[in-house]
């Protein structure tokens, strides 16, 4: 079971690979900053950490997967893709929490998806192009649970689902993100002052699923997720 786990994850990295140097993606990924920028403005989210029983592992990979992408800017056209910086999470992340197939689970580099839920967040106050972008299957929270609104998420699953957001701006920018005790919070810096995007949401329930829109001030559908309501 193992062996064919890893062969179909090496097949999902080769389809990935193949269709970014067909599309020339390959070669618009974002890199590490070699110089100094100046950042003369930003714009600013934070979000709780909320206990768990893998409260520490989860701080622990936050904090890694933080580090790792406050080393990255995108210039002009760049793309920021989460997998690119973060790497297989095999290696380094400790078990923490996670969501596979409508089941909650330990898993290697388990929480992470905080950290791709609140850059997604605050990609779209800025109104940057989401390229690619994947909700959770299923709403496992209740209020005091839950760290981000629905709608705001963004799960990530190395091989499979990734988080790609374009630079569509004229100038640099970066995300900037540290863990303060219970506490994440990203700072998206650039060269120039970025308009906040004015969000609103529309929801729509049944007794099996909700279904949330995310619209700007113009109406305009930013995206569209179904989440299965957790009854148990």
């Given at each position: 079971?193992?062996?064919?786990?890893?062969?179909?994850?090496?097949?999902?990295?080769?389809?990935?690979?193949?269709?970014?140097?067909?599309?020339?993606?390959?070669?618009?990924?974002?890199?590490?900053?070699?110089?100094?920028?100046?950042?003369n403005?930003?714009?600013s989210?934070?979000?709780?950490?909320?206990?768990?029983?893998?409260f520490?592992?989860?701080?622990?990979?936050?904090?890694?997967?933080?580090?790792?992408?406050?080393?990255y800017?995108?210039?002009?056209n760049?793309?920021?893709?989460?997998?690119?910086?973060?790497?297989?999470?095999?290696?380094?992340?400790?078990?923490?929490?996670?969501?596979?197939?409508g089941?909650i689970?330990?898993e290697?580099?388990?929480?992470?998806?905080?950290?791709?839920?609140?850059?997604?967040?605050?990609?779209?106050?800025?109104?940057?192009?989401?390229?690619?972008?994947?909700?959770?299957?299923v709403d496992?929270?209740?209020?005091?649970?839950?760290?981000?609104p629905?709608?705001?998420?963004?799960?990530?699953?190395?091989?499979?689902?990734?988080l790609?957001?374009?630079?569509?701006?004229?100038?640099?920018?970066k995300?900037?993100?540290?863990?303060?005790?219970?506490?994440?919070k990203?700072?998206?810096?650039?060269?120039?002052?970025?308009?906040?995007?004015?969000?609103?949401?529309?929801?729509?329930?049944?007794?099996?699923?909700?279904?949330v829109?995310?619209?700007?001030k113009n109406?305009?559908?930013?995206n569209?997720?179904?989440?299965?309501?957790?009854?148990?």
């Amino acid at each position: 079971m193992i062996i064919v786990k890893k062969l179909k994850l090496q097949r999902k990295l080769f389809i990935r690979f193949f269709n970014d140097l067909r599309s020339k993606n390959h070669f618009k990924f974002a890199t590490k900053q070699k110089s100094e920028i100046l950042y003369n403005s930003s714009i600013s989210l934070s979000q709780e950490i909320k206990p768990s029983e893998t409260f520490e592992n989860k701080i622990f990979n936050l904090s890694l997967a933080s580090n790792k992408i406050s080393e990255y800017y995108i210039l002009p056209n760049e793309i920021f893709s989460f997998w690119k910086i973060i790497g297989n999470p095999n290696y380094n992340y400790k078990k923490g929490r996670t969501l596979q197939n409508g089941q909650i689970k330990e898993e290697i580099g388990g929480g992470i998806c905080q950290v791709s839920g609140i850059i997604y967040n605050i990609s779209l106050i800025a109104g940057l192009e989401i390229l690619e972008r994947y909700n959770h299957s299923v709403d496992i929270y209740n209020e005091e649970t839950r760290f981000a609104p629905l709608g705001f998420d963004a799960t990530v699953v190395f091989g499979y689902k990734d988080l790609r957001i374009k630079n569509n701006f004229a100038f640099p920018i970066k995300f900037e993100i540290g863990v303060y005790e219970n506490q994440i919070k990203v700072n998206l810096l650039s060269t120039e002052k970025i308009e906040e995007v004015e969000l609103f949401t529309e929801s729509i329930s049944n007794d099996e699923y909700i279904s949330v829109k995310v619209l700007d001030k113009n109406k305009k559908i930013l995206n569209s997720s179904q989440y299965k309501i957790n009854i148990s």
